[in-house]
């Protein structure tokens, strides 16, 4: 089955970088997702990959994904307080998406 | 406005007395799926149904039933609930294919005592 891993917690200040990592075992997803989650609220899709890229740039993120060592990466680039949010990510097989536990994200003003 | 609502928000209950949370979509999704969020273990899906009359186990069924009477509407029904169900309920849904976004309803927060 799928097993996805995050780390738990990232502090950053405004206008840095921030990068989440994620590693996944299922190597027949087809697609791999980041999802926002803001207080109080439910998930909301960020941006997706698909498993036969590399790198992916959307405005201030860029996914990076390694098939070989099942890794996925979100960068976000500029950030800034309202993207201060627990980040899931996803991978998509067998009719369902298999979630990471998160990484809350704190930006620093 | 396209959306997943869920009721109640919040719900405050006792162990072993029924209680259903409703889920309704107004996007002609074909799949609906319940997930429970719980701190350090992420997003744990419940149940997952493909359309009409077609329900699956996710990976944490215990203690829970639905059913997809109506495309719209998948309830979530806990027929006795007990303090390990404590926790924060999302309802999700998409249309079937390789890469569809998948719509969260805001969340139904459990409490059993």
């Known amino acids: 089955g799928e097993d996805v891993e995050q780390s738990l917690f990232l502090s950053v200040r405004e206008g840095d970088s921030s990068v989440i990592n994620c590693t996944y075992t299922?190597?027949?997803?087809?697609?791999l997702y980041w999802y926002k989650q803001e207080p109080g609220a439910g998930l909301q899709l960020l941006t997706y990959?698909?498993?036969?890229?590399d790198m992916k740039q959307d405005q201030r993120l860029t996914v990076l994904l390694n098939k070989k060592d099942k890794h996925l990466s979100l960068r976000i680039a500029d950030t800034q307080t309202g993207d201060s949010a627990i980040y899931f990510c996803?991978?998509?097989?067998?009719?369902?998406?298999?979630f990471g536990k998160g990484n809350q994200v704190v930006v620093i003003p | 406005e396209a959306q997943v609502t869920q009721n109640p928000r919040y719900l405050i209950t006792v162990t072993g007395k029924k209680l259903t949370v409703t889920c309704s979509q107004n996007m002609n999704h074909e799949y609906m799926s319940w997930y429970r969020q719980d701190p350090g273990l992420g997003l744990r899906q419940i149940y997952y149904s493909m359309n009409v009359e077609v329900t699956d186990k996710g990976d944490v069924p215990e203690g829970y039933k639905v059913s997809r009477k109506e495309k719209r509407n998948f309830p979530l029904i806990l027929e006795s609930p007990s303090p390990n169900q404590t926790s924060l309920y999302f309802c999700a849904s998409r249309r079937t294919g390789g890469n569809e976004k998948l719509f969260f309803g805001s969340g139904t927060q459990l409490s059993v005592l």
């Open positions: 299922d190597s027949s997803s087809t697609y």
């Open positions: 990959i698909f498993s036969n890229m």
């Open positions: 996803a991978e998509h097989g067998n009719n369902r998406l298999a």
